[in-house]
């Protein structure tokens, strides 16, 4: 089946420094998208970022992230940490296997960013 | 734009109690779905429907049932509530199809005590 992985439960950053958040994944289904939510505290998770195709960049909200079809990877990534980035992030990909595109999210990373 | 509703926000239940959460949605999406928050554990999937009636279960089904009235809601039933059980239950919705986006709600608080 399906798995995502999120290597780090918890990272911690200083406000104006690159983060990056890592995220790999396992299939054995044609996959379809792979999406980034975030969940900011007593919130509902949101999609911050959603691709498709290999090899090519996705920004939104000053983040970033290429899918690598090659490595199984789809790294978040951001050049300039802000204190309101601070949330809980999820990585996620939708299989061609079922007919839903149903996700398959990894275990999530609390990303602190600190003054 | 929509919304997803779900009530209660914070629910509070004694071990063996059968428990009912419920959403709705005025997306006028096809699909919903349940999963369960626990840290660490990332969402797991519980029930999802893809249209009124329909019920598939997901990963984490045992000790769940589901009931999908009708298109715009979507229950979901704690068939007995483990003691000291805590997690958070989110409800979410999108359109058919893979590769759809899927929105959520804010999610109901479980406490067992």
């Known amino acids: 089946g399906d798995s995502v992985t999120q290597t780090e439960g918890l990272v911690t950053v200083t406000e104006g420094l690159p983060v990056k958040l890592n995220c790999t994944y396992q299939t054995t289904y044609l996959t379809i998208a792979f999406f980034w939510y975030v969940q900011y505290l007593n919130e509902a998770p949101q999609v911050l970022l959603k691709?498709?195709?290999?090899?090519k960049r996705t920004e939104h909200q000053g983040f970033h992230a290429t899918l690598h079809k090659s490595s199984s990877s789809f790294h978040l990534q951001k050049s300039s940490a802000q204190l309101s980035d601070s949330a809980l992030y999820y990585c996620?990909?939708?299989?061609?296997?079922?007919?839903?595109?149903?996700?398959?999210f990894g275990a999530g990373t609390q990303l602190i960013v600190i003054p | 734009g929509g919304i997803i509703t779900q009530t209660p926000k914070f629910l509070i239940g004694q071990e063996g109690q059968k428990l009912t959460l419920k959403c709705q949605q005025n997306f006028n999406h096809d699909t919903m779905y349940w999963y369960r928050q626990d840290s660490g554990k990332g969402l797991r999937l519980i029930y999802y429907?893809?249209?009124?009636?329909?019920?598939q279960k997901g990963d984490l089904s045992e000790g769940y049932d589901a009931s999908r009235e009708k298109k715009s809601s979507f229950s979901l039933t704690v068939t007995s509530a483990q003691k000291n059980e805590m997690a958070v239950f989110l409800c979410?919705?999108?359109?058919?199809?893979?590769?759809?986006?899927?929105?959520f709600g804010p999610g109901t608080r479980l406490t067992v005590l």
């Open positions: 996620a990909l939708s299989d061609g296997g079922s007919a839903l595109g149903r996700l398959h």
């Open positions: 691709s498709s195709t290999d090899n």
């Open positions: 979410a919705s999108s359109h058919w199809g893979g590769a759809a986006e899927q929105f």
């Open positions: 429907s893809i249209t009124e009636n329909d019920l």
